[in-house]
């Protein structure tokens, strides 16, 4: 993610962690508890058990088998949001792009070593959804939620956290940060060719802020956000910073992003607020945003 923490305002109680494959901190006005560090801990793995495409044991990766597959109470926002992208990028953002992320490479061992990359089936035509917690698939699949899970896992957390009474709280999981505090937080938006300057400043306040960008998860000529009707990588926009008011809408918009010319549809269908930076180091950014800009 390009964001930089320097200008964060610090709550008195750290807690670091990995879960998701990545690291989390949690900070919080008051400490809290073994108890519900476990619950947390615990919550995070069940959701890893469910969607992550590089554990051969999870829900999702039975999915290379056709057939029908229910899923927990928290799949319907997810495929929702994913249903929706799909429509308002005309197909370009889909959740079947694991098929041409493992071709590239991008694979359950990380292997890095392209191959040629085969075409991914329709994700409106192979996948049925019964408007709950059950899909059918129709064809084997890689589904991969990768742009909008780990932001969703937040919100979870961040639900959690509030049923636990802990109402001032930062949840900042590598970058996709929820701010549920008293104080605005400053946070650097940063370069995406240069991690030591930034772009700007976005003031963030009881939202959440996510970001995307090309240069990070890349390799040999690859890199997470590709195109797939071109099976290629998208050049044309190297980084995208997206505030909403919860982290799934912000998480799956800053890879929308990338697949529209004009993002007026999407902000119509979620209200957020954005800036993009394009390959030729212009920037484009909403009216809505709050925060300055260096560029």
Known sequence: MTLSNKSKTKQPHKWSFEALGTSWVIETRNSLALEFKATVTERL???DNTYSRFRDDSLVSQLVVPGTYNFPDDFKKLFEIYNACFELTDSQMTPLIGGMLEDAGYDKDYSLQPKEIQSIPDFSEVIKWDGKNTITSLEPVVFDVGAAGKG????IVANLLEKNGTSDYIIDASGDIKHHSRTVERIGLEHPDDPSRVIGV??????S???SASNRRAWQGFHHIINPSTRRPVDRIVATWVIADNTLVADAMATALFFVELPGRLMEA????YVRMFADGTVDYSANFEGELFT
């Open 45 to 47: 793995a069940e959701y």
């Open 270 to 273: 979620f209200p957020f607020s």
């Open 202 to 207: 976005a003031n963030l306040y009881q939202q």
């Open 152 to 155: 969703y896992a937040v919100d």
């Open 209 to 211: 802020l996510c970001a």
